[in-house]
């Protein structure tokens, strides 16, 4: 049963309840592994869905458009001062709707139409918003991209700093979606000051990883840090933009009035859970654990033969290529989902088949590790795994199926945020 139980909504709408419960369910029955996803606390959950969801507040604390801010000023104040706090930042906009909506607020705050921006190609790593072509900032910017080396599936700074040199972005992007290894902060921070772009590093993957010292931080060398609130630090559905206090007026500035309406204070309520709950000891740890299963996952999936991008994971995230397992991404990564094994597909660098069908598969520990498996329970889950894409390349489904049951009953033994089994 969904936690907190849904008795109101069964009764409005038991379509809508029914289908939340089934995914309730689902989410307790399958092992997770898109590394984009987690589970929030049943704290988080409380505070996102709370009456907060009424509430207008354009602008920010102490100076809103709309009266009766007495308890949404407090609960802003409160998520702000804790990710200054926990990623010793000077300032922080808690207000972006999303990862993809914080970006254009940095596009509108320190570039013009035109301009150009440099960032990591979407099927490099990048992500949409870092100037790829299909997206806004790939059609109203002047976008340049750089890649990963064939050789080592990681970034060639030589590479990075003569594009640079040569383009002159004002905007320089780090970060990304598939990226398998340590960032390099401190090689991006020279060669944006070097060609004097502002440089922003998009943490929205590893942010929980930072919180928990499980990454190296950006502070110190990106003036501008963005961050989804969702992903590895398992808060609710948003996102932040932390920056140097040189930056905050454009910042503030670009979010509100600049591109968004009101805030949306429930999500900004269960910000400020997730960072309390991100400051904590418990935190550190599981930050740390989610890297260890991601090594002994790596480790293990080597062992059985397959290709990682990059020769492993130092964080949160594998880039599996499947060409010599003559299987496409897409075809195993529905086989793994009868499994009971939730991956994505995905480009690899230099893929040779087309996005929608690419040649590699996703794969994440911090929805598992938030489930409390451990370095101990990764060779399994790589047997399992390769179990599901080799049946999937022979069209056995009974050994799916088989497997299927296996990991369910495995996650019977790990407790769920948000769900409770019924006895
Ligand atoms: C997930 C992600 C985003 C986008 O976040 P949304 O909340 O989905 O809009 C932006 N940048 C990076 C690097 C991401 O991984």
Known sequence: MHQ????HLASTDPEIADLVEGEARRQFEKLRMIP???????????????????KYSEGYPGRRYYEGQQFIDPIERLAIQRATDLFGVDHANVQPYSGSVANLAVYLAFLSPGDTVMGMALPMGGHLTHGWSVSVTGKWFRAVQYGVRADTGTVDFDEVRDLA????PKVIYCGGTAIPRVIDFASFAEIAREVGAVLVADVAHISGLIAGGAHPSPVGHAGVIVTTTHKTLRGPRGAMIMCDSEH?????KAVFPGLQGGPHDHTTAGIAVALKEAATPEFRAYAHQVVANSRALAAALTERGYSLVSGGSDNHLILMDLTPQEIGGKPAARALDRAGIEVNYNTVPFDTRKPFDPSGIRIGTPSITTRGLAEQHMP????????AIRAAAKDDEQIIERVAGEVRDLLAGFPMPGFVPQS
């Open 165 to 168: 040199r040569r383009e002159r």
């Open 4 to 7: 907190p139980p849904l008795p």
């Open 380 to 387: 399994q889950v790589a047997a399992w795994m390769d179990e």
């Open 248 to 252: 905050a007026a454009a910042i503030d």
């Open 36 to 54: 984009s996803e987690n589970y929030v606390s049943t704290a988080v959950l409380e505070a996102s869905a709370s009456v907060l969801t009424n």
